[in-house]
């Protein structure tokens, strides 16, 4: 063999290994864009979730609101009542003595 011949068959040997490498870049390549993928879906469904828990928070928050206003409303007009009894009383008392 000649040394044309050698250095053409390392040559050669040089390029089938970059090529073989090349494929399993390229099959790595093409398994990591597959989990970006998947993991930019997952990510997607985490914001959704996310936005939706944000507003069955705030919902909940002003359904609490609402409790606690329903309670003091009934509260308050207990007071009011109680008020207005009172006023009354006060008015027939003056009457009275008219």
Known sequence: MTQNEKT???FETRVRQLILRFQE???????????IQKNEESLS????RLTQMGNDYNALKMAKMLEITDGDL?????????LI??????ISMLQGEG
């Open 8 to 10: 053409l068959t390392t």
């Open 25 to 35: 870049l390229k099959k790595e390549n093409q398994e990591l864009r597959a989990v």
């Open 45 to 48: 469904a985490l914001q959704g």
């Open 74 to 82: 009934d509260g308050a007009k207990n007071r009011v009542s109680r």
């Open 85 to 90: 009894r009172e006023v009354n009383k006060c």
